[in-house]
């Protein structure tokens, strides 16, 4: 790579694939042939282990792939496969191909590799053959895997009824080989193993050996405590070492301790390492090209203050290529990323666009019914459960059905295409697309409809996966037969359908960010840069919110220098307004077109803007209990930094401290884990141990959550003699105060579960984790524009993994710790990645509503008012017309979700796409 940010020159090599992508039609006949064979049974993601195999992974085309192993391309052998294509897809003297492109940014989105865990040979993987990895456990759960989706033992082919999981393989040691750090990931990802074991066979018998459980998540706490709940579903806290394999049955001996019994052996006729996050294996020739810096552990270096940049300027980085981090807060980091390229390149933004051009479309409503029907195989999610073959025959035989076939990817680019071609060529009008859920692909099809050139509204997915295949694998005549009458309801639904227009709106290109925090203005900043005007509203009279309160990270990033340079930036940025003392009085409007009043150190305000970005923070829980408010020697950890930082010598020249953590939290009022206490925990006995290393600091904990890279700072916590006391949540820590030896101290008894009795730690302050609380107005702010409050009170976003910055209703985003509480570094990523999909709405001049939206007949309408009682988003209104007071939808607003539809007394309100008719014909059709 050469040049500078905006300008990089950067010479790519293009490894051949052999395969002609556009020929290639996934027939298998190469596979068949093939010679070679895998060593690997758990192959990632493929078909077969062959040098030749087919792709099963949804989003990509479904075409051949010839790997390294290959005859030919090793000895200039064989060739085969070249000779059986019959659609000569096949070119095995393909060459590299070096190509120069010219760019303004880069972003680094490398991933990471999984741990392997033959590095070390205490595992017995590679000897056992009842030893897999929780990549090669995903691989048997999977339907496109060794044993289409049964878990199945290597050495038998048998059930295992009692499987064993080993955390922490690879991660949080110092041997050889090992990692240091905490890969994250990896307790949640155990849990959800065991639910699915458990699934498969609610017989089996499933323990978990494990250190600390990190469930640090959104949602995680309550996660581990349904997997935990399960009926013969043990979570032992030991270190565990693999002592040998029964030859004969081939059962893995396990050794562990625990305190009540001691060491102990147990055999399990299935062990699953659950493996760490290394860095990815050319991390080290990536940072050679691009010039950027990598940390010890050989992930990318971040500039502080700024996540998602490397040390070379222009060059970003996404994903666990940042250090080991879950999907939600990759997938927003890659938000962040492509909003920071946008604030770089935003002067040649739509310079190298073109709008896609759709076929005219076809008017068929006076045409008969002329229906095509394509059922998935899914690979083996519907294949090998469903008879495909059979439904596809019975699909011929059903009323206006001019056309069936099967596919094994609908979803995939070249079986796409084939439904957009044999719309033409059959002369379809009307597809049933028998897959999966409408949910995640409905815009996918509806899109290749258009590309056919019909309305597409003339789709119906007939949904046989969740509603069949899934839930009845173990009945599989029967979900034959389900198919079959979900399919025939499907076309007979399909028969009334009519074509619908969606609607073009204008887009105001004002956003309004709700919270003058870290998050809020880093967001404000972002979309300023990219040349839009926002509206900043801070209830206080300064900015800066709780990261006033913040002097440093455990990263060592100085916060209070960090809100300064946000607050001058805000305030010099002639784009950004910005409101004090701001409340939120009324929100009408909708996405592209929404207003906002106010109340301000201005006075009272209207706002018009295109979308919103509710940034609010949180609070911090005030205790009730261990003396806090009671003695001033109690404080919460964040008053504790404070006290720090202010240089109070009470403290820093202390004898001794002690902190309790999860206080307020992960209880039942609270039932979530705080996430960041424990990291604060450790950054402030480092704090104390830096300014007094002879200070005795104790901690009492539950599990320690120094997840990812912090768990290097809680070694080193350990290392300089800081106490970490466990605790269990039936038995926690007291707390009073005594006299002792002439002086006044915090006693604090808590039970060993280690040495098996009481504790008595004298301290002269204690310092409580209080947890991160939702902010006391987010109900009200939720109400206003209409958003979704979680179990927890913190705002709920649309999807966890697919929309973890945005919510249901459209227009409107999310960041901060108003989502969930989070690490500055997190909190910095998700209002990038908030501002990015900000700019996404911003950057067009028209945004496009549903047509599946309800509609009043006035004549019948009474004017009742019921239906607008029931809607939930405030779309319907009465009005005063000639015949009286009637109903009126907005069609902008409204969400098509049938409640009025529903409560109509009089069956005035219509909901298209979802008419009577059509209700009527699926029901008649089950019958």
């Not at 030749?52 to 989003?59: D, E, G, N």
């Not at 990536?286 to 940049?309: I, Q, T, W």
């Not at 899914?378 to 035989?397: H, K, L, S, W």
Request: glycine share 8%; with cysteine; aromatic share 8%.
């Amino acid at each position: 790579m050469e040049g500078k940010a905006g300008d990089f020159t950067i010479t790519l090599i293009k490894k051949p694939r052999y395969i002609i992508e556009d020929k290639c039609t996934g027939c298998n006949l190469c596979v068949e042939y093939c010679p070679v064979s895998y060593p690997d049974q758990f192959n990632q993601g493929i078909s077969t282990n062959k040098a030749v195999h087919i792709y099963f992974a949804q989003a990509i085309p479904l075409v051949a792939y010839i790997d390294e192993s290959c005859l030919y391309l090793k000895e200039k052998k064989c060739g085969i496969c070249e000779g059986v294509c019959k659609n000569d897809a096949i070119d095995l003297r393909q060459q590299p191909e070096k190509r120069e492109v010219k760019v303004g940014a880069v972003i680094l989105a490398s991933g990471f590799d999984p741990f392997d865990p033959k590095v070390r040979d205490e595992y017995g993987y590679g000897r056992f053959k009842n030893v897999v990895t929780s990549m090669d456990y995903e691989r048997l759960l999977c339907s496109t895997g060794p044993y289409e989706g049964e878990v199945l033992r290597a050495s038998d082919l048998r059930h295992p009824k009692k499987i064993a999981w080993l955390q922490c393989i690879g991660s949080r040691r110092m041997t050889a080989g090992d990692n240091s750090y905490c890969s994250t990931v990896c307790c949640t990802y155990t849990q959800k193993q065991v639910i699915l074991a458990k699934e498969h066979d609610a017989d089996a018998e499933c323990t978990v050996f494990h250190n600390d459980i990190r469930s640090y998540g959104k949602d995680f706490e309550a996660y581990y405590q349904r997997a935990a709940g399960l009926p013969g579903v043990r979570f032992i806290r030991s270190y565990v070492s693999i002592v040998g394999e029964d030859p004969e049955t081939g059962t893995v001996k396990v050794r562990y301790a625990t305190a009540d019994d001691g060491v102990k052996e147990e055999e399990f006729e299935l062990v699953v390492l659950s493996v760490g996050l290394n860095p990815p294996a050319d991390h080290r020739r990536l940072a050679d090209l691009f010039g950027f810096e990598l940390d010890d552990h050989g992930f990318c270096r971040s500039v502080p203050g700024n996540p998602m940049a490397t040390t070379v300027p222009g060059v970003l980085v996404s994903g666990a290529f940042q250090g080991p981090i879950d999907i939600p807060e990759s997938v927003f980091s890659a938000s962040g990323a492509v909003s920071q390229c946008g604030e770089l390149l935003d002067y040649r933004r739509d310079r190298l666009t073109t709008a896609r051009v759709y076929p005219a479309e076809r008017d068929v409503v006076a045409e008969e019914p002329r229906i095509g029907v394509f059922v998935c195989h899914c690979g083996a999610n519907i294949g090998r459960i469903v008879d495909v073959p059979g439904v596809v025959e019975y699909c011929r035989t059903l009323p206006n059905v001019v056309y069936a076939q099967e596919q094994l990817f609908s979803c995939a680019t070249n079986s796409a295409k084939e439904i957009t071609d044999m719309i033409n060529e059959k002369g379809l009008n009307r597809v049933v697309l028998a897959a999966c859920s409408p949910r995640t692909l409905e815009p996918l099809f509806r899109d290749t409809l258009r590309e056919a050139g019909i309305n597409q509204y003339y789709i119906d997915m007939a949904n046989i996966r969740e509603h069949d295949s899934w839930v009845h694998a173990k009945e599989k005549e029967k979900a034959t037969v389900k198919a079959m009458d979900i399919v025939r309801m499907s076309v007979a639904r399909t028969r009334h359908l009519e074509p619908l227009q969606e609607i073009d709106l204008p887009v105001n290109k004002t956003a309004l960010v709700i919270g003058g925090g870290i998050a809020g203005m880093t967001c404000a900043l972002s979309i300023a840069a990219q040349g839009h005007e926002v509206f900043l509203l801070e209830k206080e009279k300064v900015l800066g919110g709780m990261a006033r309160r913040i002097h440093d990270t455990l990263e060592g990033l100085d916060v209070s220098a960090l809100v300064d340079d946000l607050v001058r930036r805000v305030y010099r940025n002639p784009l950004v307004r910005v409101y004090h003392q701001a409340v939120v009085e009324e929100v009408t409007g909708y996405v592209g077109n929404f207003v906002t009043r106010i109340g301000s150190d201005r006075g009272p305000t209207e706002i018009r803007h295109g979308a919103a970005v509710i940034a609010i923070g949180a609070d911090e829980y005030r205790p009730t209990e261990y003396l806090y408010g009671a003695d001033a020697r109690v404080m919460t950890h964040v008053e504790l930094g404070e006290r720090l930082a202010a240089g109070d010598e009470a403290v820093g020249n202390a004898t001794s401290l002690a902190m309790i953590q999860c206080v307020g939290c992960r209880n039942e009022d609270r039932n979530y884990c705080a996430r960041v206490c424990c990291g604060h925990a450790v950054k402030n006995a480092l704090a104390l141990k830096e300014r007094n290393p002879g200070m005795d600091v104790t901690i009492f904990f539950r599990d320690m959550r120094t997840y990812g890279l912090m768990e290097d700072r809680y070694r080193e916590a350990a290392g300089r003699d800081v106490r970490f006391v466990r605790y269990e949540p039936d038995e926690p820590p007291t707390v009073a105060a005594v006299t002792a030896e002439g002086r006044p101290v915090l006693r604090i008894t808590a039970p060993d579960p280690v040495l098996g009795k009481k504790l008595e730690i004298d301290a002269d302050f204690l310092s409580l984790a209080a947890a991160v609380i939702p902010p006391a107005d987010a109900r009200e702010i939720a109400q206003q524009y209409k958003v979704s409050i979680g179990p927890d009170g913190f705002f709920k976003e649309a999807h966890v993994k697919l929309r973890p910055v945005e919510f249901s209703a459209d227009g409107v985003f999310l960041c901060g710790t108003a989502h969930y509480p989070k690490h500055i570094p997190e909190t910095l990523k998700q209002a990038w990645g908030a501002a990015g999909r900000v700019l996404t709405l911003l950057s067009h001049d028209t945004i496009t509503v549903s047509g599946a939206v309800c509609v009043v007949e006035e004549q019948r309408c009474m004017g009742c008012g019921l239906c607008a009682a029931v809607c939930t988003y405030d779309a319907i209104e009465l009005k005063e017309t000639r015949h009286g007071r009637k109903a009126v939808v907005n069609p902008v607003i409204c969400k098509g979700d049938g409640l009025c539809n529903a409560r109509c007394p009089t069956g005035a309100i219509v909901l298209k796409h979802f008419t009577d008719e059509e209700i009527y014909g699926q029901i008649d059709a089950a019958g």
